[in-house]
């Protein structure tokens, strides 16, 4: 059984800060990816950023410079990095983690955080 737990968000003023945190527990092998989703009332979900089990990383053109996505591999964790926030990064944000092998393989996901940037 996998296990995502979130923390973080809330309520922001524009141009304001963020970080998002999310640790997995479980069985849980590598290679695995670690990415951010977040998804606003009558949008689709749409992938924010990514980061995969050496490092790599990868951002949607909307919040390319503004975000960063972290990860501590010891712990299984990932964070995100919210800065120079805009009223349309109001979303929930999902944490999700893909298991590429293993009896775990699969896509799990985290509760949601609400994110709600606003003056």
């Known amino acids: 059984q996998v296990q995502l737990m979130e923390s973080g968000g809330g309520l922001v003023q524009p141009g304001g800060s963020l970080r998002l945190s999310c640790a997995a527990s479980g069985t849980i092998f590598a290679p695995n990816v670690m990415a951010w989703y977040r998804q606003a009332p009558g949008k689709v979900r749409e992938l924010v950023a990514s980061?995969?089990?050496?490092?790599?990383?990868s951002y949607a053109d909307s919040v390319k410079g503004r975000f960063a996505i972290s990860r501590d591999n010891a712990k299984i964790a990932v964070r995100l990095q919210m800065n120079s926030l805009k009223p349309e990064d109001t979303a929930v944000y999902y944490c999700?983690?893909?298991?590429?092998?293993?009896?775990?393989?699969?896509?799990?996901w985290g509760q949601g955080t609400q994110v709600t940037v606003s003056s």
């Open positions: 999700n983690l893909k298991l590429l092998q293993g009896p775990t393989r699969g896509d799990y």
């Open positions: 980061i995969n089990s050496v490092g790599t990383t």
